[in-house]
């Protein structure tokens, strides 16, 4: 048995109709641009903007608000860090100890791994103060009340939890001053809409967000279900999911993440260290995190294969 990490929801079909597209960077002025901006405003109740990349929409809405000071979480995707670069930024990297926010400064929330951290509260409250808040529902959002700040992204890459070919989109009225061409803002950043491809996977897989929700809260509670009663100090759950989470890795904290890893790929299965070194005083902590496979095509059989492995480790 091989258990891979995640695997994409892009279909071979999609792939095999459009071979033509797959590394050209075609300018879509047609039906799925169309098709995708109203399916992402049907879905989230906002107004949209669709790019090419994650890093380029939040590139945008710095250059569009200018801050004073960017705050990114301590533990992030690097993506973060460079889009706040190429706008000539050096980002702040916060925990929950050295949060000192201003106005006028722009602050960056990120659902890490699908888990809601800031309450919505908390983003009004800092949202009436004169803070820009911008929320990251790359990696999930919240159920209930989708959206919760005033100005979101996301990316729709490759690995996502919703995937395409790789693009992102810009969330809120900011969306209305993206405009479109082959004009460089700065020499990495074109202001580009995603091609046929990128497109046509992307409005693929958001027509199958509730079915992309159900099958992956339901693989978070199977695994809570089946380790809950491990018993060891070297293996502890990272966190469980509300109901009004959507979980977008399943992770454990371990003494020894890299040897576990290695223990894991003995076996054929397949995880990830997800450690985003942009801050070389970055928390200890997250070197011993590790995510298991988690993804819409895995089966009972392959979940209790890993949890087997966990168990005889």
Same mark, same amino acid.
């Given at each position: 048995?091989?258990?891979?990490?995640?695997?994409?929801?892009?279909?071979?079909?999609?792939?095999?109709?459009?071979?033509?597209?797959? /590394?050209?960077?075609?300018? @879509? +002025?047609?039906? #799925? /641009?169309?098709?995708?901006?109203?399916?992402?405003?049907?879905?989230?109740?906002?107004? $949209?903007?669709?790019?090419?990349?994650? !890093?380029?929409?939040?590139?945008?809405?710095?250059?569009?608000?200018?801050?004073?000071?960017?705050?990114?979480?301590?533990?992030?995707?690097?993506?973060? !860090? =460079? *889009?706040?670069? &190429? *706008?000539?930024?050096?980002?702040?990297?916060?925990?929950?100890? +050295?949060?000192?926010?201003?106005? $006028?400064?722009? &602050?960056?929330?990120?659902?890490?791994?699908?888990?809601?951290?800031?309450?919505?509260?908390?983003?009004?409250?800092?949202?009436?103060?004169?803070?820009?808040?911008?929320?990251?529902? @790359?990696?999930? #959002?919240?159920? @209930?009340?989708?959206?919760?700040?005033?100005?979101?992204?996301?990316?729709?890459?490759?690995?996502?939890?919703?995937?395409?070919?790789?693009?992102?989109?810009?969330?809120?009225?900011? *969306?209305? /001053?993206?405009?479109?061409?082959?004009?460089?803002?700065?020499?990495?950043?074109?202001?580009?809409?995603?091609?046929? &491809? !990128?497109?046509?996977?992307?409005?693929?897989?958001?027509?199958?967000?509730?079915?992309?929700?159900?099958?992956?809260?339901?693989? *978070?509670?199977?695994?809570?279900?089946?380790?809950?009663?491990?018993?060891?100090?070297?293996?502890? &759950?990272?966190?469980?999911?509300?109901?009004?989470?959507?979980? /977008? =890795?399943?992770?454990?904290?371990?003494? +020894?993440?890299?040897?576990?890893?290695?223990?894991?790929?003995?076996?054929?299965?397949?995880?990830? =260290?997800?450690?985003?070194?942009?801050?070389?005083?970055? +928390?200890?902590?997250?070197?011993?995190?590790?995510?298991?496979?988690?993804?819409?095509?895995?089966?009972?059989?392959?979940?209790?294969?890993?949890?087997?492995?966990?168990?005889?480790?």
């Amino acid at each position: 048995m091989n258990i891979k990490h995640n695997i994409p929801l892009i279909t071979e079909n999609c792939i095999n109709k459009n071979k033509n597209l797959l /590394y050209k960077n075609e300018i @879509t +002025n047609g039906i #799925y /641009y169309n098709l995708v901006n109203k399916k992402l405003k049907e879905i989230f109740n906002i107004e $949209n903007s669709v790019v090419s990349s994650g !890093t380029e929409a939040l590139f945008l809405i710095i250059k569009i608000l200018r801050p004073k000071r960017i705050w990114i979480p301590e533990y992030s995707c690097i993506s973060l !860090t =460079r *889009a706040a670069n &190429l *706008a000539n930024y050096k980002p702040i990297y916060y925990n929950n100890t +050295n949060l000192n926010i201003n106005k $006028n400064d722009l &602050l960056i929330i990120v659902n890490t791994f699908g888990k809601i951290f800031f309450e919505t509260n908390e983003i009004k409250n800092l949202e009436k103060s004169g803070v820009f808040v911008v929320e990251d529902i @790359t990696h999930g #959002y919240s159920i @209930t009340e989708k959206i919760r700040s005033k100005i979101a992204f996301s990316s729709y890459g490759y690995t996502k939890l919703i995937s395409s070919f790789g693009s992102g989109v810009i969330f809120g009225k900011i *969306a209305k /001053y993206i405009n479109y061409g082959d004009k460089p803002l700065n020499k990495s950043i074109y202001i580009t809409k995603p091609n046929n &491809l !990128t497109l046509q996977s992307l409005y693929f897989n958001l027509n199958r967000i509730n079915e992309i929700i159900k099958k992956r809260k339901y693989l *978070a509670k199977y695994y809570d279900n089946e380790l809950k009663n491990i018993n060891r100090q070297d293996i502890n &759950l990272l966190f469980k999911f509300e109901s009004y989470e959507i979980p /977008y =890795r399943y992770c454990v904290y371990l003494d +020894n993440s890299k040897k576990f890893s290695e223990y894991l790929k003995k076996n054929k299965i397949e995880s990830e =260290r997800p450690i985003w070194i942009h801050n070389k005083k970055i +928390n200890p902590f997250f070197s011993k995190i590790l995510s298991l496979p988690f993804h819409e095509s895995l089966n009972i059989n392959q979940i209790n294969f890993v949890v087997s492995k966990i168990y005889d480790y």
